[in-house]
T-cell receptor
């Protein structure tokens, strides 16, 4: 089976940097993805790490260490609109995308 | 970018009604489509996976006779909730993925906007 763990909630202020961690256990690993979901909306794709290291896309970066079964999403220069739920997700051997429980990020002024 | 269209976005109906939700990939061929369900403040739970032209594969605990999935073409999959009851009220989200290029990794999954189903 597979399981993913991430903090349930994180609070930060505008302009700050926040890191959301994700540890996973899966039989067969084919990449770690991150999704953002605003209240009432559908998930939107943020990033994908198939190999170890850091991927940067604008204010967002994602890191993966396969040996540690660990990754994180780094959000810089936080804005109010970044308040949302963030999900890490892994592809398993069957090619299915399995989601973590989500981290609710609250950005305060 | 890749677009997945899901309709309807909101359904309210009486208990016992069957509800059909459509999921279309607008600018790519979706060889695989996925259906998720999400309850408030919870994660997305995979219900089933469907490949074009073949029967859907359901996750453990999901009743295949209650949640009928059809993936008749490379651009359309439908989920029918049969004889819906209040406990079926949820946010249903489809996702589509195109052909995988090369031998490594997976194509990103693109999500529809979801369907909020409320059964009275």
């Amino acid at each position: 089976g597979q399981s993913l763990e991430q903090p349930s909630e994180v609070t930060a202020v505008e302009g700050a940097i926040v890191q959301i961690n994700c540890t996973y256990q899966t039989s067969g690993f084919y990449g770690l993805s991150w999704y953002q979901q605003h209240d009432g909306g559908a998930p939107t794709f943020l990033s994908y790490n198939g190999l170890d290291g850091l991927e940067e896309t604008g204010r967002f970066s994602s890191f993966l260490s396969r040996s540690d079964s660990y990754g994180y999403l780094l959000l810089q220069e936080l804005q109010m609109k970044d308040s949302a739920s963030y999900f890490c997700a892994v592809y398993n051997q069957g090619g299915k995308l399995i989601f973590g429980q989500g981290t609710e990020l609250s950005v305060k002024p | 970018g890749a677009v997945v269209s899901q309709h309807p976005s909101w359904v309210i109906c009486k208990s016992g009604t069957s509800v059909k939700i459509e999921c279309r990939s607008l600018d790519f061929q979706a060889t695989t489509m996925f259906w998720y369900r999400q309850f408030p403040k919870q994660s997305l739970m995979l219900m089933a996976t469907s490949n074009e032209g073949s029967k859907a594969t359901y996750e453990q605990g999901v009743e295949k006779d209650k949640f009928l999935i059809n993936h008749a073409s490379l651009t359309l999959s439908t989920l029918t909730v049969t004889s819906a009851h209040p406990e079926d009220s949820s946010f249903y989200i489809c996702s589509a993925r195109g052909r995988t290029k090369g031998s490594g990794g997976n194509q990103p999954q693109h999500f529809g906007d979801g369907t909020r189903l409320s059964i009275l």
